[in-house]
């Protein structure tokens, strides 16, 4: 059975976390060690907790009056299969939309390709880009660094429709 490995608790009702009133899974490692991090608990590849992601579904779909799902971390392209699974459920099964945050830029990911990006070409929206602590800004929607972008893409093919 697959599982992927978390560093915490399905969230829900979360409105930090994109746009809506949204679910949020936080996946279980990063190899970026950004200084500044605010989760370096979900650090370790080692960490966290492996979870069924037919038991995921199963929490998931007790979740009622959320507007989409959120992918976390650590980070979440690191287990792009076990998210995709997840995302295009919650897509086709509760209406969902379906956004994820990665220390990745777009272009590192459309460069490495493969589950990847194909896990890219299933969201609607991606922040990307690691924290930097240089440039902090606690003003940016959804984002802690300046240099982080929030991309609004084109479900299916990936592509850039808008940016903030
Ligand atoms: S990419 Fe995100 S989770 Fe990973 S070290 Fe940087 S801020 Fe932390």
Same mark, same amino acid.
């Given at each position: 059975?697959?599982?992927?490995?978390?560093?915490?608790?399905?969230?829900?009702?979360?409105?930090?976390?994109?746009?809506?009133?949204?679910?949020?899974?936080?996946?279980?490692?990063?190899?970026?060690? %950004?200084?500044?991090?605010?989760?370096?608990?979900?650090?370790?590849?080692?960490?966290?907790?492996?979870?069924?992601?037919?038991?995921?579904?199963? *929490?998931?779909?007790?979740?009622?009056?959320?507007?989409?799902?959120?992918?976390?971390?650590?980070?979440?392209?690191?287990?792009?299969?076990?998210?995709?699974?997840?995302?295009?459920? %919650?897509?086709?099964?509760?209406?969902?939309?379906?956004?994820?945050?990665?220390? @990745?830029?777009?272009?590192?990911? *459309?460069?490495?390709?493969?589950? *990847?990006?194909?896990?890219?070409?299933?969201?609607?929206?991606?922040?990307?880009?690691?924290?930097?602590?240089?440039?902090?800004?606690?003003?940016?929607?959804?984002?802690?660094?300046?240099?982080?972008?929030?991309? @609004?893409?084109?479900?299916?093919?990936? *592509?850039?429709?808008?940016?903030?």
């Amino acid at each position: 059975m697959a599982e992927i490995r978390l560093s915490g608790p399905l969230e829900r009702d979360s409105i930090v976390n994109g746009d809506g009133l949204r679910a949020v899974l936080w996946t279980q490692g990063c190899a970026r060690h %950004c200084p500044g991090c605010q989760n370096p608990e979900t650090w370790s590849f080692d960490g966290g907790f492996l979870v069924d992601l037919e038991d995921i579904k199963k *929490k998931l779909r007790e979740f009622r009056g959320q507007t989409g799902i959120t992918f976390c971390g650590g980070e979440p392209f690191e287990q792009p299969e076990a998210c995709k699974e997840i995302a295009d459920w %919650c897509r086709q099964k509760l209406g969902w939309n379906v956004w994820s945050f990665s220390g @990745y830029t777009y272009e590192q990911l *459309k460069e490495i390709g493969g589950a *990847k990006w194909e896990f890219v070409k299933c969201l609607d929206a991606l922040i990307d880009g690691p924290f930097i602590l240089a440039e902090r800004d606690l003003t940016m929607k959804f984002r802690g660094s300046r240099n982080q972008r929030l991309l @609004y893409l084109e479900k299916g093919t990936g *592509k850039i429709l808008r940016q903030e």
